[in-house]
T-cell receptor
Framework: DAGVIQSPRHEVTEMGQEVTLRCKPISGHNSLFWYRQTMMRGLELLIY????????DSGMPEDRFSAKMPNASFSTLKIQPSEPRDSAVYFCASSPMGGRLNQPQHFGDGTRLSIL | GENVEQHPSTLSVQEGDSAVIKCTYS??????FPWYKQELGKGPQLIID?????GEKKDQRIAVTLNKTAKHFSLHITETQPEDSAVYFCAARGQGAQKLVFGQGTRLTINP
């Protein structure tokens, strides 16, 4: 079975550029989570969706960050304009049944983002 | 909100020995505690989880224990093997919540 698929795996760009990260959740999962991982702050939840609707975006660091989920099989995380401090590994995760009833979250392999 | 502390940050054990990683949480309402293993260049992978109505759960060489009174839970790996080398994360989730709060991770190294 296909897991969570993220693209690109690596992204290197100059500050000020727009960056778009993509995620395809596991088929049938209706909750989707975006995380950021850094050495200093560990794994942080940025935003999550239930049934394509954003539920909690309190972890989004600034207005430069935005996320969308236009359908059940696709989500994007966009940074515009990007800054060097946005450099991190960004993970997408999905879970079934809206994430309730303690359903586990399944992670993709992440996008390693470097902003020069 | 929930806060999860994980210790140690690094752990080195001889192959065949046991490894124990400990986590404490702050929210007594938390009721779900997963453990993830992250290998280099990969995303975290769920290896075992425990719910608050259970004190211990075992899956082959891996076990997790939960002490709700003390608000701590631990991961036990027995008969360690080189492929157990990775970073391990604990997490906690509150009742009715969807957000996982992660510990800072433990880098486990198994020495042959």
């Amino acid at each position: 079975d296909a897991g969570v698929i993220q693209s690109p795996r690596h992204e290197v760009t100059e500050m000020g550029q727009e960056v778009t990260l993509r995620c395809k959740p596991i088929s049938g999962h209706n909750s989707l989570f975006w995380y950021r991982q850094t050495m200093m702050r560990g794994l942080e939840l940025l935003i999550y969706f239930n049934n394509n609707v954003p539920i909690d975006d309190s972890g989004m660091p600034e207005d430069r960050f935005s996320a969308k989920m236009p359908n059940a099989s696709f989500s994007t995380l966009k940074i515009q304009p990007s800054e060097p401090r946005d450099s991190a590994v960004y993970f997408c995760a999905s879970s079934p049944m809206g994430g309730r009833l303690n359903q586990p979250q399944h992670f993709g392999d992440g996008t390693r983002l470097s902003i020069l | 909100g929930e806060n999860v502390e994980q210790h140690p940050s690094t752990l080195s054990v001889q192959e065949g020995d046991s490894a124990v990683i400990k986590c404490t949480y702050s929210d007594s309402a938390s009721n779900y505690f997963p453990w993830y293993k992250q290998e280099l260049g990969k995303g975290p992978q769920l290896i075992i989880d425990i719910r608050s109505n259970v004190g211990e759960k075992k899956d082959q060489r891996i076990a997790v224990t939960l002490n709700k009174t003390a608000k701590h839970f631990s991961l036990h790996i027995t008969e360690t093997q080189p492929e157990d080398s990775a970073v391990y994360f604990c997490a906690a989730r509150g009742q009715g919540a969807q957000k996982l709060v992660f510990g800072q991770g433990t880098r486990l190294t198994i020495n042959p």
